[in-house]
């Protein structure tokens, strides 16, 4: 809404991640996270260099709007090509 607005997307490694485990799995048998809170988005974020004394960003809880955790989905095959067949999509 804001011309201000910001939008922050932050990977998190194995370690990172645990601390939003649920203890639940999906169907691929990765942890499930929950999502984080406005406070835990700021922490995360300060810690990579934003945040109050970060040079770039301010954020503050109440500012958060919107979080939601995704997993990238990505399969690798073992050619992407076989004589004239090429692989797409």
Request: aromatic share 8%; hydrophobic share 40%; glycine share 8%.
């Amino acid at each position: 809404d804001s011309p201000r607005a910001q939008l922050l997307i932050v990977d998190l490694d194995h370690a990172q991640s645990a601390k939003f485990a649920t203890g639940e799995v999906d169907s691929h048998g990765r942890p499930v996270l929950r999502t984080p809170t406005p406070e835990e988005v700021v922490e995360v974020a300060s810690a990579r260099g934003f945040g109050e004394n970060g040079p770039l960003l301010h954020m503050v809880p109440d500012s958060v709007r919107w979080c939601t955790a995704f997993k990238v989905n990505s399969r690798l095959v073992e050619f992407y090509r076989s004589g004239r067949v090429f692989l797409c999509g």
